[in-house]
């Protein structure tokens, strides 16, 4: 899984099953718009769309696609509610939340409820297919401006607990994960097992508290472990 600060673009092929989108839009100008940017892509195709949070449900829990582009702000359920209802009935499926701000007060929110990837609702059409194909296959994307802002959020909602002891091993790999490394080249690099990876991994969550890599590399960065601006850069 990588996650993915600065947007380096690594063209991903379009070969094997098709990836089944599903949109969640209250503003229909946007769900067509993003359907037909989704639907020109090779290897994609939109299966279903929904107009507010308890419909993005119903139609997921009848299509299971492999990926929901979720808006924040709808009438009858919010995309996060929706995204923590999603996540909970489908756990296979992705949520790539779309907001209009970098500063949204619900990224945190999204983030906690199980979202596998946030960007700009201005974002690039080859954005956009990068973003579904990469959470598709496992990876995490947050686009750079969203993750400062997502880090003070963290901040301000952790305040500052003392930090969980963690060994000099697992501060590798949670470096590692920040810098967008997969669990096979983590074990090839440290010259040890794919399984080893997998319970240091599991580890690192259960002593930070979070559910996912994004969670761990939020806390990565905000503890210093790694800074967004070389992972940029680099």
Request: with cysteine; proline share 4%; aromatic share 6%.
């Amino acid at each position: 899984m990588v996650v993915e600060f600065g947007w380096e673009f690594r063209r991903r092929g379009g070969g094997g099953a098709v990836i089944r989108v599903v949109i969640v839009d209250d503003q229909p100008l946007l769900t067509d718009g993003f359907g037909r940017i989704v639907d020109a892509q090779p290897g994609m195709k939109v299966v279903g769309t929904a107009h507010d949070g308890a419909s993005g449900v119903k139609v997921c829990r009848e299509l299971k696609p492999d990926v929901v582009l979720m808006d924040i702000n709808m009438p009858v359920m919010n995309g996060v509610a929706a995204t923590r209802r999603i996540r909970d009935i489908l756990p296979d499926t992705k949520v790539l939340i779309l907001t209009v701000y970098a500063d949204d007060v619900h990224v945190f929110q999204g983030i906690k409820a199980g979202a596998t990837g946030y960007l700009l609702k201005d974002c690039t059409p080859d954005d956009l297919s990068f973003a579904i194909r990469s959470v598709h296959e496992g990876d995490t994307i947050v686009a750079p401006e969203i993750a400062r802002k997502t880090l003070l959020a963290f901040e301000e909602a952790e305040g500052e607990p003392e930090a969980p002891s963690l060994t000099e091993r697992e501060v590798e790999i949670i470096t590692a994960l920040a810098r967008g490394r997969g669990n096979k080249q983590i074990a090839r690099d440290l010259a040890i097992s794919d399984k080893t990876v997998r319970n240091h991994v599991a580890n690192i969550y259960k002593k930070l508290h979070v559910y996912d890599r994004l969670g761990a590399v939020l806390y990565a960065i905000r503890e210093g472990l790694v800074d967004v601006d070389r992972l940029e850069s680099g």
